[in-house]
């Protein structure tokens, strides 16, 4: 089976199930595999937890150190 791994920052519910809805999508038409063979797993990550250059995407960024909140509260 093949498998898809997304790595992004924290995603809504909706916006996870548009994610692999779409990709999910594009893989069967461009593959012509069927859908029931994909496995896709989305791994989440603060940017707490992301870095370029050495350095946390929160201090490089302050903009999007704003916007990490706890989980629940992104899904809410």
Do not use: W
């Not at 994610?19 to 595999?33: D, I, P, R």
């Not at 995407?57 to 909140?69: N, Q, R, S």
Request: glycine content about 4%; proline content about 4%; overall charge negative.
């Amino acid at each position: 089976m093949p498998h898809i791994v997304v790595y992004s920052s924290r995603l809504s519910r909706e916006k996870k199930a548009a994610c692999v809805a779409a990709l999910t999508e594009a893989f069967c038409t461009t593959t012509g595999l069927a859908r029931d063979h994909l496995v896709i797993h989305l791994e989440e990550h603060s940017y707490d937890n992301i870095a370029v250059a050495g350095k946390l995407l929160t201090d490089t960024m302050p903009e999007i150190a704003v916007g990490e909140k706890p989980l629940q509260e992104v899904n809410e």
